[in-house]
């Protein structure tokens, strides 16, 4: 409703059938239309805008001003609920209602059209004056147009009319073009608003003299029934705004040339992005390296359309920047339309300095050189080459030899006989060694809280008070890179019976501490080069079928049907009563 005095009116459904018989004729189909006697509404406006002075008026309850003749009122007869705020009404619930019939010309009937009109018609037949001719000829509907000369009383003309219409039963109200010194018809008949007003359906500013027709605003999806549907939003009887239209008429005229379906959403090949930020443009044409949130807004881009460089003093936006008052905008045609050349043809487009086409994408092939200046501490080699031995056992007994071998040399012992010394003397070496050749980063000892005790690099934990010993509270530090790891973790894996990475992983932390100790022991059990051969073997194996069992004496031996016979005591089971079944 657009005004405040707009009141709900009840609209009969006069083509209305029953469900059950849908080929059944409806009111309306059993009434004579009429000769249509509406003017033409184009020809009312185009002579509204000749008129130098108009007044408007409204035919109040213009339908429900004629009666219907009683033996015809039978055909307007509704059913209604008796009493509708005592029952909640419900499609499977039957209500008392009562029957009503209409006594007046209602809403929706073909016919109601041309009775109003056909009755006013005969009425101002009567009259000769110069105002019933006036609003005879302007007459659509229930709205009432007046022309008058400027010099013309026009509240002597509200006056005349309004008796015009009293002598037939009607009142007219909502009085729209008064001057104040002439609004002397009671206030109630006016307009509430005497600035704008509606003649049939378009807004008018009496002050400003002007038509006010808004454009619909397009919004979601760009289909074909989407751009259609906007377009037949705009009412302009006259025309008025077709040039405007043209655009999106044209855009209409390609989606159907395109024989794309209603619904489905028109490709934007045509969207070009103009910027002025070269930066930009050349970050969508090659490839580099940026942080994800960078990368993703990039390709995210690049999978739009073109994106092409904009000179600065084509850039509408550049002159809030530089600083413009609200005056120099309105007057500025860069700021309102933008480039003269941007509602051009793409061929007479200015070649930009720079662009990016989507598909055109290189890979930065920019080189990165890194010059660091290291100071290499000689280390003295092991002895051995540990890298030859696949067993930790073997490994200690080579180099207990090799120690003894040496002492014998520098006369240091008589008989070279090993012992838990020399194995243990063996072991503190070859794990320094791998502490030397793969020291730990600061990083790494930092967080480690890595300590020297007795030569060997140790880790501090939090457990330095538990009733433990101390190889457990202060483990080894054992470099996962050193193949010594490697056979202290398969030496382990073997003498626990092939435990599993949990078992294991605690078992070494009772001595040594392992970076990333669980990836490691995983790694080096599963390896298909040094890995447990023995896991290997059962883990890979296929499935075994099941050996099944005898099958029991009742499946073998022959007996008569219903040899064994069981009875279903779960129920239901009914119980006869005194008067019930249970």
Not at 377 to 388: A, G, M, S, T
Not at 475 to 492: A, G, N, Q
Not at 548 to 554: I, R, S
Request: overall charge positive.
């Amino acid at each position: 409703m657009d005004k405040a005095y707009t009141k709900v009116r009840i609209v009969m459904d006069a083509s209305a059938r029953p469900p059950s018989q849908p080929s059944a004729p409806s009111l309306n189909n059993c009434l004579h239309t009429g000769p249509l006697l509406l003017k033409q509404l184009i020809g009312i406006l185009l002579r509204f805008r000749f008129m130098k002075r108009v007044i408007l008026a409204d035919i109040e309850k213009a339908f429900l001003q004629l009666g219907v003749r009683e033996s015809d009122r039978d055909a307007t007869r509704f059913l209604w609920v008796k009493n509708p705020k005592e029952i909640e009404l419900d499609q499977f619930q039957y209500a008392p209602c009562i029957v009503y019939r209409f006594c007046r010309v209602s809403f929706g009937l073909t016919v109601s059209p041309f009775l109003l009109n056909a009755t006013i018609r005969e009425h101002l037949s009567l009259y000769e004056s110069k105002v019933a001719r006036s609003i005879e000829e302007n007459l659509y509907v229930d709205n009432i147009m007046m022309c008058l000369n400027p010099s013309e009383n026009a509240t002597s003309a509200c006056l005349e009319a309004i008796e015009i219409f009293k002598a037939g039963g009607m009142k007219l109200r909502e009085f729209f073009g008064l001057k104040k010194s002439e609004r002397q018809i009671p206030s109630e008949d006016l307009a509430p608003n005497q600035e704008e007003t509606k003649i049939l359906g378009i807004k008018w500013n009496q002050i400003k003299d002007v038509l006010i027709l808004k454009l619909p605003k397009f919004e979601g999806k760009i289909t074909k029934r989407s751009i259609l549907s906007t377009i037949a939003q705009v009412y302009d009887p006259l025309g008025i705004v077709s040039p405007a239209l043209v655009p999106a008429k044209h855009l209409l005229q390609k989606v159907f040339e395109a024989n794309y379906k209603w619904d489905t959403e028109v490709a934007t090949d045509n969207l070009t992005i103009w910027s002025d930020s070269q930066c930009n443009i050349e970050r969508l044409k090659k490839i580099g390296k940026y942080d994800r949130f960078v990368t993703n807004r990039l390709q995210k881009i690049r999978n739009l359309c073109p994106v092409k460089h904009l000179v600065s003093n084509d850039n509408p936006s550049d002159l809030c920047s530089r600083g413009s008052t609200p005056g120099d905008l309105s007057v500025n045609r860069l700021w309102w339309y933008g480039p003269k050349w941007l509602s051009l043809p793409k061929e007479k487009w200015p070649t930009p300095l720079v662009e990016y086409l989507p598909g055109s994408e290189i890979q930065d092939k920019t080189e990165e050189f890194t010059l660091a200046a290291t100071v290499e501490e000689k280390l003295e080699p092991c002895v051995i080459n540990i890298e030859r031995f696949s067993n930790y056992k073997r490994l200690l007994s080579a180099m207990s030899y090799v120690i003894l071998f040496i002492k014998k040399l520098r006369g240091l012992i008589k008989s070279p006989i090993i012992t838990s010394t020399t194995i243990k003397v063996a072991e503190n070496y070859l794990i320094l060694k791998a502490q030397e050749n793969w020291p730990p980063s600061e990083e790494v000892k930092s967080s480690l809280q890595i300590f020297e005790r007795k030569g060997l690099l140790r880790c501090r934990g939090r457990i330095e008070e538990a009733d433990l010993r101390d190889n457990t509270k202060f483990p080894v530090f054992l470099p996962k890179e050193s193949w010594l790891t490697k056979l202290i973790i398969l030496d382990l894996h073997k003498t626990n019976k092939h435990c599993g990475t949990q078992t294991l992983l605690a078992l070494i932390r009772r001595k040594y501490w392992i970076l990333k100790g669980r990836k490691e022991v995983e790694r080096v059990l599963f390896s298909t080069k040094y890995g447990c051969l023995t896991c290997r073997k059962f883990r890979l194996r296929p499935y075994n079928l099941q050996k099944f069992d005898t099958l029991p004496k009742y499946r073998v031996s022959s007996s008569r049907p219903f040899t064994t016979t069981g009875i279903d005591y779960f129920g239901p089971m009914k119980i006869k009563g005194h008067s019930k079944i249970l």
